[in-house]
């Protein structure tokens, strides 16, 4: 604290003089928002959107929905024509996840974030789920560390996103459907692939690939028995057992 009718030396006045205008301009700067990091004065919106385009690799672009409860209880959707910045509006997906669907209805919001050439604003984000489906592009039997699938709606219907690589295995080696006198399995194109995006960025076929035996039978004629199998890939996987005894041929000579 200075009192009133305190006196000072040269260098003592100087260096008062100094603190002062660096306090003037640490108050500046505190006085408000850098001017390339504007405070964002719109308002804040979030809710569900529909996929109007798939623009390739996380790109999307949205029309917002207004939801309308019936009087038998259905939640419907329908598009929104205001505000106008949210009609069919660029949006990214918050992963980069590029197998969104046009139709396709998704969680929405808008966040303050970096922006190219070093400036700060508004930008709308979207979430497509984290299970995702796809059909093989073509029948697949391996080996082959992936499978391309052509992404698709869980009933089935081809979502119009452009093909995908997508992992077999967790471990991302080699994979060779089952086969029997050198007859392949394969994953046909009409089956339904579940996938997911792993914490890398690539997709993975979920679960694990194990093969199972489907069918025994006994041929009496030339008194063999034989199996059938599939591949399958399951989300829990327990261990294998040791080998297990079917049939003790011995006891059967001369059956």
Not at 152 to 173: F, I, P, Q, S
Not at 208 to 225: C, E, H, L, S
Request: hydrophobic share 40%.
């Amino acid at each position: 604290m200075i009192e009133r009718d305190a006196t000072f030396s040269e260098a003592d006045a100087g260096r008062i003089a100094r603190s002062v205008r660096h306090t003037e301009r640490t108050a500046g700067d505190l006085a408000g928002p850098r001017p390339h990091r504007p405070v964002p004065t719109r308002k804040r919106h979030v809710g569900v959107a529909e996929i109007i385009t798939n623009d390739d690799k996380g790109a999307y672009t949205i029309t917002v929905q207004r939801g309308a409860i019936s009087a038998a209880g259905v939640l419907t959707y329908s598009a929104r024509t205001e505000p106008a910045g949210l009609v069919a509006a660029a949006a990214v997906e918050r992963r980069g996840v590029a197998v969104g669907g046009v139709g396709q209805l998704v969680r929405y919001w808008d966040e303050y974030a970096d922006l190219p050439d070093d400036e700060t604003g508004m930008r709308l984000v979207i979430d497509v789920g984290e299970i995702f489906y796809g059909k093989p592009a073509e029948a697949f039997s391996g080996p082959a560390e992936t499978v391309t699938l052509d992404p698709c709606t869980r009933a089935g219907t081809d979502n119009g996103a452009a093909n995908l690589a997508v992992h077999l295995k967790a471990d991302r080696t080699s994979y060779t459907m089952p086969s029997v006198d050198g007859t392949p399995t394969t994953l046909a194109t009409t089956i339904i692939v579940p996938f997911t995006l792993g914490a890398d960025g690539k997709y993975y076929v979920l679960g694990a690939p194990v093969t199972v035996v489907t069918d025994v039978t006994y041929n009496t004629t030339d008194k063999k028995f034989y199996k059938k199998v599939r591949a399958v890939w399951v989300q829990t996987v327990g261990t294998e057992s040791i080998n297990d005894e079917i049939i003790d041929l011995v006891d059967c000579t001369g059956v």
